[in-house]
Each structure stands twice: as structure tokens, then as C-alpha cells.
């Protein structure tokens, strides 16, 4: 029972992973700073955006993100958060059926 418990979960990840078009992998960071004008009133900046990830060699990749694309960005990288929560159970999954096929053959 539990094998086609499993085969059916394994179908609807695949479905979900499929529906997951677009997706970054990363984070978003903001730096602000202060300034002083004249008169000696301190006054913070508006936040500037970067989306960070790393590259192929893992090294650390940065590319500024205007603040009205913001949210879309973070919508991309919780698609990426999500996606690869569905990759590690498929790979549990198909890691549980695969060891017990081997012991049905085998015995």
C-alpha cells in the first residue's frame, strides 16, 4: 500500500515541479546609508536592492534590482525555495521505491 502511496505522491511532485516556470535561486540584500546636509540634519537613503547568488564557481554574484521589481523577485526566489523542497522529496521518494524493488527481486 504504501508503494503506490508513494508512486502517487511521486506523480503529483513531478506536476507541481512541472507548473514551476520561473524561479531564481539566491536571496535579495539592502544597504542604506546616511547622509548629513548642511544645516547638520542626518537623513537616511532610500534602500538599494541587490539579488545575490553565486556562480558556477560559487563565487558570489550581485546585480542590483530596482525597488518596484522587488516583490516580483522574492516571488521567484520562494518558486526556487519551493522547487528544490520538491527535488529532495522526490529524490527521498524515488530512493525509497527504488531500495524496495531491489529487495522484491532479490527475494
Request: with cysteine.
Amino acid at each position: 500500500m504504501k508503494a503506490k502511496a508513494n508512486n502517487s505522491r511521486i506523480r503529483e511532485i513531478v506536476a507541481e515541479m512541472s507548473s514551476i516556470t520561473e524561479f531564481a535561486q539566491g536571496s535579495i540584500i539592502s544597504s542604506s546609508s546616511y547622509y548629513t546636509t548642511k544645516d547638520g540634519t542626518r537623513h537616511k537613503t532610500s534602500p538599494k536592492y541587490k539579488f545575490q547568488s553565486r556562480g558556477c564557481r560559487c563565487e558570489q554574484k550581485l546585480k542590483h534590482i530596482p525597488a518596484e521589481l522587488v516583490p516580483r523577485v522574492r516571488k521567484l526566489i520562494a518558486n526556487g525555495r519551493k522547487l528544490e523542497a520538491l527535488e529532495r522529496e522526490y529524490a527521498r521518494l524515488v530512493t525509497e521505491a527504488s531500495l524496495a524493488a531491489q529487495k522484491k527481486t532479490a527475494g
